[in-house]
């Protein structure tokens, strides 16, 4: 399975007269698992739904594969935005198919592992579910997909320990190394930082820091955890 490419070229998108990101080009590297990295309004969210074709560019361009986002690029592209877009009126059955009916690269033994995994009872109504368990049904239907890209908007942000771990496992358990990208953003590095392969600290829309996790560790002498601090002292 190729794994699509995804290339920002002096990518401006504004919000009023404020740029959230600010003439950004990157190409993001095929088949590793990035950790977007920044504090809140460093632009994470802003990048991660242009690549989803949420937001278009006030200037430049985005492309998947050499292609502007579009219906055609979405069936490559899963994502998971922080904001909590469940119905409360489904059970976690009909959430489940609900979402699947929309792509053809579901994966519905996945879908059931991953169900099991996370302790989800498929009869609950969403509505009634706490908040760490609707963290972990969203985590369900971003990876129950066959996708080249999975987007993931701040996982973890507000859930309990407990869902933590379970959010982060079944993301590492699912991943197929170097058949997929994915980009995870987070504020938040102390449980997240092994995982990642590449690391993209933003700021101000911009990049402050790029590379090879592993390689920077060496050359800084610094975790990613350090790092960060020292970017946004």
Do not use: C
Request: aromatic letters at 8%; glycine letters at 8%; proline letters at 3%.
């Amino acid at each position: 399975m190729s794994v699509a490419t995804t290339t920002f070229n002096g990518v401006v998108k504004r919000f009023g007269n404020k740029p959230a990101i600010a003439d950004l080009s990157i190409t993001i590297r095929e088949g590793v698992f990035m950790g977007l990295l920044g504090p809140n309004g460093s632009g994470k969210s802003t990048m991660l739904k242009l690549i989803a074709g949420l937001y278009r560019p006030d200037a430049g361009s985005v492309l998947i594969d050499g292609e502007t986002p579009s219906h055609k690029t979405k069936a490559k592209v899963a994502y998971l935005p922080e904001i909590d877009h469940l119905y409360n009126w489904m059970t976690v059955k009909g959430t489940l198919d609900y979402i699947s009916s929309f792509y053809r690269d579901w994966d519905q033994s996945r879908a059931d592992e991953l169900v099991r995994f996370m302790g989800l009872d498929v009869d609950a109504n969403v509505g009634k579910l706490s908040k760490g368990m609707r963290a972990r049904l969203k985590i369900v239907a971003a990876m129950s997909r066959n996708a080249e890209i999975v987007l993931l908007d701040e996982p973890l942000s507000g859930i309990d320990p407990p869902s933590r771990s379970k959010v982060l496992g079944a993301i590492l358990s699912e991943y197929r190394i170097g058949s997929q990208t994915i980009i995870m953003s987070t504020h938040d590095v102390v449980e997240t930082e092994t995982l990642f392969e590449e690391v993209l600290f933003l700021k101000n829309g911009q990049v402050a820091l790029l590379g090879d996790a592993e390689t920077l560790r060496e050359e800084r002498g610094k975790s990613i955890r350090d790092l960060f601090e020292e970017v946004y002292e």
